[in-house]
């Protein structure tokens, strides 16, 4: 995937939910913010993200992203555009649930990119609105540097793309591969 921008991609800060197990999407059923240790990894990452020059700062407006974004707006003197693409992925009757309940709905992590759990979305789904994000994104500006605040689901699918890899290769051992830590930031590709 060829881009007229350099990006940076961000997993928001550890939340209640990383730290107790439960799946949150939106909209958000139980309060989902972040945990100390979780704005305590933001303090830590904005050190570095002051060193790579961001022009431009993107976030989902799911409360531990735009928290994330809200801090890290603030220390780089940048204000935060919110876009409801960058969310985590919808996972329907089991917002609020554990996270086991939720794997354990599906035989194989390939049937995540195409089944859907009621009123869920699929990872298919999430790199739609990925990509449909970073097209429109990439043809607004160029040679900016950005940074894309979400959560672990959209950012790996995100990644996966640029890096070339089919719904099958995420699927299978790239998935962990690309695996990005809450308080984690990467190069896009």
Known sequence: MKLFNNYFILRHGEAVSNKEDFVSCWPEKIKNPLTSKGKKQIQKIILELKKEKINLIFSSDVLRAKQTAQMTAKELGLKVSFDKRLREINVGIFNGESIKEWNSYFVTRAEKFTKRAPGAENRRDIKKRMMDFIKDID????????????????????QGVAKGFSEKEMAGDKWEK???DTGEHQKLA
């Open 139 to 158: 043809k607004k500006y160029k040679n900016k540097t950005i940074l894309i605040i979400s959560h672990e689901n959209p950012l790996i699918v995100l």
């Open 178 to 180: 690309l695996g990005i």
